[in-house]
């Protein structure tokens, strides 16, 4: 991996392991609806800036049209309800938990693609990988049930639909959308997010809440041009770069530049055992990709 490659890789994993800071930042002034509807409706405008001058990239009616009910279920999928349930249960337990939780994403792609994907055979690294990252789950999060008590697993177990959704989308787009432009799948999801989100919390949030603080907006934004629509490119432009495998290594990131960050900016308390979970889903995850083929 070049230097430049490997600076762009190391700065995707850092912006997206403090979107788990700026979540539990924005999440205390607003409601985790109105977050997810900001930071996508952000982030669409973001990705259409740059789809509306890439050349690479058409959004004709009619090569959108046929795919609309596919990205209407992305859009819920990888966004709308992921998005929502990371944010809610970041009103609860610590970003720092949100961010491992959220690490778990590969660990259940691969038990997934075991059952979907009919090319995808087991093998003991994915087994043993498997095993080890979900153990990993039950040492991460022993202190704080210990601490909080068993009431607090409902918002872990919250969170931790999130990463199962983002699995469920990636085999959903594997089969559904793997024809098409990245960017242009990123934008059309955003695009759906932002009409869901946006149709729900005028729906449920009586009276709706919009963002005073500046340092609401500030995670807004954050959250919306740098974690989405920035991250995205860079993301994007690393998967032809370096490829997959190697890309799909930013997931040992966050989670630790999550806690970390968790741990300085907003006193989150450090437990060692949590620590040695964290490292075993990373050692799971790993593991599971051993000689796996790209599932995505």
Excluded at 57 to 66: D, F, G, R
Excluded at 149 to 161: D, F, H, P
Excluded at 184 to 201: C, E
Excluded at 242 to 263: A, D, R
Aim: charged share 10%; hydrophobic share 55%; proline share 4%.
């Amino acid at each position: 991996m070049k230097s430049k490659d490997f600076g762009l890789f190391w700065l995707v994993g850092l912006i997206w392991g403090t979107s788990f800071v700026w979540i539990k930042t924005g999440v205390a002034e607003i409601s985790s609806t109105m977050l997810v509807a900001y930071r996508a409706l952000i982030g669409a405008i973001g990705l259409g800036v740059i789809v509306a001058f890439s050349k690479k990239v058409s959004l004709k009616w009619e090569t959108i049209k046929p795919h609309l009910g596919t990205f209407f279920i992305l859009g819920l999928l990888n966004i709308t309800l992921p998005w929502s349930m990371i944010s809610y249960g970041s009103k609860f337990i610590d970003s720092g938990m949100s961010a491992v939780i959220n690490g778990t994403m590969p660990l259940f792609t691969i038990l997934l693609s075991f059952i979907f994907v009919k090319d995808d055979r087991v093998t003991a690294a994915k087994a043993a990988g498997l095993l080890i990252g979900f153990l990993g789950v039950v040492v991460l999060l022993l202190p704080k049930i210990n601490i909080d008590g068993a009431g607090t697993i409902v918002y872990y177990l919250i969170s931790m639909a999130a990463p199962l959704l983002y699995a469920v989308a990636v085999i959903y787009a594997r089969k559904r959308a793997a024809d098409l432009p990245s960017l242009m799948q990123a934008f059309l999801q955003l695009v759906m997010a932002t009409i869901q989100t946006w149709a729900l919390a005028f729906l449920i949030e009586h009276p709706i809440v919009h963002p005073a603080l500046p340092i609401t907006w500030v995670a807004l934004v954050w959250l919306g041009l740098l974690g989405t629509c920035i991250a995205y490119i860079i993301y994007f432009y690393l998967l032809h770069r370096i490829g997959p495998t190697l890309v799909s290594m930013i997931t040992y990131i966050p989670p630790l530049v999550g806690m970390l960050l968790g741990i300085i900016f907003l006193g989150e308390q450090f437990f060692w055992l949590s620590l040695v979970g964290a490292l075993m889903i990373m050692g799971g995850i790993m593991i599971g990709n051993i000689g796996s083929k790209e599932t995505a």
